[in-house]
């Protein structure tokens, strides 16, 4: 019997088989836990189904996070599957094309920062609150996926650190907030990985490599170490933990100097 048998969790953000949300969806599956999934716009409808379905699954619902008629949506589309929620993953994060261009004072914009905001941070919080009734009495637990731009300068991750920032402020709010409903929310905070939303960012495979040759284990991490963290995370097994930001990098983010290219190691 799997650490997460009986428990129902909702997945937002599987893009791909590429994508940590997969990795985390694969490792609740494997398991015990029964898996949702949600899909933007009806290109991504097919995808989703097939994804569902390798989950055992028959859900996967239509949900804009940037939509509060969607996200109530969800959640009532939910309801007709299932009488409870469990776990909530919140794996979605967008800034308009041009924003992690170049210099972050040139390419911000008072539009752009706006919809990183509210994409990236807010509709974690929006998913939460609509998340609650399914959640009452359940000992939930909800998490979001950050990464090292929230706390440190990252070339080319511009407005997205400040989104992430946000988003690890909102985990540490929503901590409080539900701590009494017995609700338990934390962040989870990736090395780089090639996913789809990675793509966006700027000598990407540069990050790749650097992260590879400057983290303390020399290498960087799969989705499916992500996704056992993950799964660990939103498990009876972390009952103790809320409020935290946990690091799956390869303890890059442990280091405060580099010795690629210092010392001569290659």
């Not at 170490?225 to 799956?248: H, P, Q, R």
Request: charged content about 20%; aromatic content about 6%; some cysteine.
């Amino acid at each position: 019997m799997g650490f997460m048998q009986g428990k129902k969790a909702l997945i937002i953000g599987v893009a791909s088989n590429r994508s940590i949300a997969w990795g985390i969806a694969k490792a609740m599956h494997r398991e015990g836990a029964e898996i949702a999934l949600t899909y933007q716009g009806e290109k991504l409808q097919g995808r989703a189904q097939k994804f569902a379905a390798e989950l055992d699954s028959n859900i996967a619902i239509p949900c804009d996070v940037g939509s509060d008629e969607d996200i109530s949506n969800t959640f009532k589309t939910l309801a007709e599957h299932w009488d409870g929620l469990d776990c909530l993953v919140h794996s979605v994060a967008y800034s308009p094309k041009g924003e992690l261009d170049g210099r972050f004072v040139d390419s911000v914009t008072r539009e752009g920062s706006m919809i990183a905001h509210d994409i990236s941070s807010y509709s974690f919080a929006a998913l939460a609150r609509e998340a609650l009734p399914m959640m009452a009495g359940r000992n939930g637990s909800m998490l979001t996926l950050s990464y090292l731009g929230a706390i440190r300068s990252i070339p080319h991750y511009n407005i997205m650190g400040l989104a992430k920032a946000s988003l690890e402020a909102c985990v540490r709010a929503l901590a409080a907030d539900l701590g009494p409903d017995q609700i338990r929310v934390n962040g989870l905070s990736a090395g780089p990985i090639k996913t789809l939303a990675a793509k966006g960012i700027g000598d990407f495979n540069l990050l790749l490599d650097y992260s590879e040759k400057n983290s303390p284990l020399r290498r960087n991490v799969t989705i499916d170490e992500v996704g056992n963290v993950g799964a660990f995370l939103c498990s009876d097994l972390a009952s103790g933990m809320t409020g935290e930001i946990t690091y799956v990098d390869g303890g890059y983010n442990t280091t405060g100097m580099a010795t690629y290219g210092v010392r001569g190691e290659e």
